[in-house]
């Protein structure tokens, strides 16, 4: 099986490349920027997510033959461009904001330092992974922060591509989901998994008692059982005549969630299931789950709305060149000026600027300065840029199961830093401000 990446990507990446290695410049040397003008639906803050698998996508984007053939046979470049493919391998440097940090507008959120050619090659592969993630997580820590401390388990499979159902459990999972459906996600980044029945195991008996008579023989008395396939009262009564009192919890999938779950929670008291949990799915957003606040759920089940942004699908990152080196080995500062799509040249490296409490109040970015010079750095100000790529080789750190779990780790101290308005619903303005200096 042909595990290149490299085919993940865009014509004109390989276009102007081709341009490059006729001028003679495909060899400069170049910084290349990932970062956000604005923050996606007026969110006061977003979240990175996609770094563990962008630097593994990296490690794979090789052209092999098969590549090198298609290239040919279809006229894309010139034999010399193929030539130059064939030795592909990323030898640069990349520093960026690990998954799990929150970033803001401007935030220098990846840094590629490079040949032009070796970079430019990248831009599609770097923002197609971190836009996608970034956007689930950034939506993902505001549904963690409407659910006030009870778990959330993410269930959106089947409303999202099956690469992308997986990184988006990912995403979850760093921004403090509990759990996901998709074993896939289990098995590749550890993951706890969760699941238990839909409708259809309820359609597929006589009646609701002998469905769920199947389920507690197969699951025990501890398993969650589906109850509003038919009359919710009904089936709550059934469930714990079937299950007994120590049932582990029941789902609600539909119905006016705030008025039911109160008249469930009451009905489970009043037949001693005391201990019976209540989890609801049904469609959630970050706002459905703050208006649920008040009510008596344990737990949250999220699809739709997380795998696809909750309304902002992608965290709108772009990539571009913001410096270049001339003949005499000094560096060039380059910037886009479009009328709305600026860019801030120069090689930059950033911190975060907190208060004697230790919460976040500033985003420093520091123009000209690489993060091998920024010893002199004061403490309050935490360093935001980690060596994720040195000389091509790949910082194992950030790979896997157990970098994901350092991923969600840090994120959960991120989010303790940040100022009690980072974490406000409504649209407003980033939470913390971004300063060049």
Not at 58 to 63: E, G, N, V
Not at 136 to 152: D, K
Not at 385 to 405: M, V
């Amino acid at each position: 099986m042909n595990t290149s990446t490299a085919f993940r990507t865009d014509r004109y990446e390989l276009t102007m490349l081709e341009a490059a290695i006729a001028h003679g410049t495909a060899d400069t040397p170049c910084m290349f920027e990932a970062f956000g003008r604005r923050l996606p639906g007026a969110r006061r803050f977003g979240v990175v997510a996609g770094i563990g698998r962008l630097l593994e996508r990296i490690r794979d984007f090789r052209f092999a033959d098969a590549e090198l053939t298609w290239l040919a046979d279809n006229d894309v470049v010139s034999a010399r461009a193929i030539d130059w493919l064939a030795d592909y391998r990323f030898s640069g440097d990349i520093w960026g904001y690990v998954d799990g940090e929150a970033y803001f507008p401007e935030s220098p959120i990846l840094i590629v330092e490079s040949s032009f050619g070796e970079g430019v090659l990248l831009e599609t592969l770097i923002l197609s992974i971190l836009n996608y993630d970034s956007a689930v997580a950034t939506a993902a820590t505001r549904m963690v922060t409407a659910a006030a401390g009870r778990p959330l388990a993410e269930m959106g499979s089947r409303r999202a591509n099956e690469d992308a159902a997986i990184a988006a459990s990912r995403a979850a999972y760093i921004a403090g989901f509990s759990a996901t459906s998709n074993l896939e996600a289990g098995r590749t980044w550890g993951i706890p998994t969760m699941g238990t029945a839909a409708h259809s195991f309820t359609l597929l008996h006589e009646n609701e008692e002998e469905a769920f008579r199947a389920q507690v023989a197969a699951a025990g008395p501890g398993t969650t059982l589906l109850v509003d396939t038919y009359d919710v009262a009904a089936g709550v009564e059934t469930a714990i005549r079937v299950a007994g009192t120590e049932l582990g919890a029941i789902r609600l999938d539909s119905g006016d969630l705030p008025t039911l779950v109160v008249d469930v929670r009451r009905q489970l008291d009043m037949l001693g299931a005391h201990n019976t949990k209540i989890t609801v799915t049904s469609d959630l957003n970050e706002y459905a789950i703050a208006t649920l606040r008040t009510a008596p759920v344990d737990s949250y089940g999220v699809g739709t709305s997380l795998v696809t942004g909750s309304g902002s699908p992608a965290a709108g990152l772009v990539y571009k060149l913001v410096a270049r080196q001339v003949a005499d080995g000094d560096w060039v500062s380059v910037a886009k000026a479009s009328a709305g799509k600026r860019s801030v040249g120069g090689r930059k490296y950033a911190t975060r600027l907190r208060d004697e409490n230790g919460v976040a109040r500033q985003e420093k970015v520091y123009i000209g300065l690489g993060p091998e010079e920024a010893k002199s750095i004061p403490a309050s100000e935490r360093p935001l840029l980690a060596p994720l790529i040195t000389a091509g080789e790949i910082s194992d750190r950030y790979l896997g199961a157990s970098g994901t779990s350092i991923a969600r780790e840090h994120h959960a101290m991120v989010r303790a830093e940040l100022p009690a308005d980072a974490y406000r619903l409504g649209r407003g303005d980033p939470a913390l401000s971004t300063t060049f200096s």
